[in-house]
């Protein structure tokens, strides 16, 4: 029998990262769309890049930790729901690489050093590659809106499963699982 609820560990991850991401999500439509002369613009960038860094040293525990451990079934759900569901995760599991990746990518061969925290700091290139810089920022671009609109289904296809079906989806993840029967409360 398979377990009830998405264990602590998953939780805590899933949890941690959903508000780090979320935040990053908005601070970096925000920090973009400022002025150059804005006072807090550089302090977000800096903010914003060091966050992103800890979401890249995450991921690859939480994606070691997805495959290694026992999840909970799906609730009951049409096949191609299933699918959606399966292919949405994925999909921001793949975007949580990609966009720390290409926010590095534009950072470090644009020129800037990116600050950890006051822990370390990584150096940007020794010599300026403007075309990967570019490269990198466009990719950056793309996944953000990607991201942003995965998110968004995401979250409401859990909001919809908890208060429009009444089933234990969003429960799993809160550990509140009690009952084998996961297709209503
Ligand atoms: C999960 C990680 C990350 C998320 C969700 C995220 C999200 C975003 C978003 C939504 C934007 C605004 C994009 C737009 O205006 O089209 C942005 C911009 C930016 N991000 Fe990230 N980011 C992440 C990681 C990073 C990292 C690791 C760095 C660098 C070390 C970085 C550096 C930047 C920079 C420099 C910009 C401004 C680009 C510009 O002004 O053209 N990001 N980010
Ligand atoms: C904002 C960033 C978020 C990201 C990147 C994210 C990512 C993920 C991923 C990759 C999974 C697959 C399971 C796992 O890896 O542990 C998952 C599961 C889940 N997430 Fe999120 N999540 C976010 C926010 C949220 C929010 C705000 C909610 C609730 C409103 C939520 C509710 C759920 C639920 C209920 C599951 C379990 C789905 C199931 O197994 O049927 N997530 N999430």
Request: aromatic share 10%; with cysteine; proline share 3%.
């Amino acid at each position: 029998m398979s377990v009830k609820n998405y264990n602590p560990f998953a939780r805590l991850l899933h949890w941690l990262m959903a508000v780090i991401v979320a935040s990053m999500i908005c601070a970096g439509f925000y920090m973009a769309n400022l002025d150059d002369e804005h006072p807090m613009k550089w302090d977000i960038y800096i903010i914003h890049m060091a966050f992103g860094f800890t979401v890249l040293c995450l991921i690859p525990i939480r994606l070691l930790w997805y495959l290694t451990t026992e999840r909970p079934d799906f609730v009951s759900m049409p096949g191609a729901q299933r699918v959606v569901a399966k292919a949405t995760h994925l999909l921001l599991y793949a975007l949580l690489f990609m966009m720390p990746i290409s926010g590095l990518t534009m950072a470090l061969a644009g020129g800037s050093e990116v600050w950890v925290f006051g822990a370390f700091t990584i150096d940007a290139l020794a010599v300026k590659d403007e075309q990967l810089a570019e490269l990198g920022r466009d990719f950056h671009h793309l996944c953000a809106w990607i991201i942003a609109a995965t998110v968004l289904l995401h979250v409401s296809a859990a909001l919809r499963h908890h208060f429009v079906k009444k089933d234990a989806t969003l429960l799993k993840m809160l550990g509140r699982v009690r009952s084998n029967r996961l297709i209503t409360r």
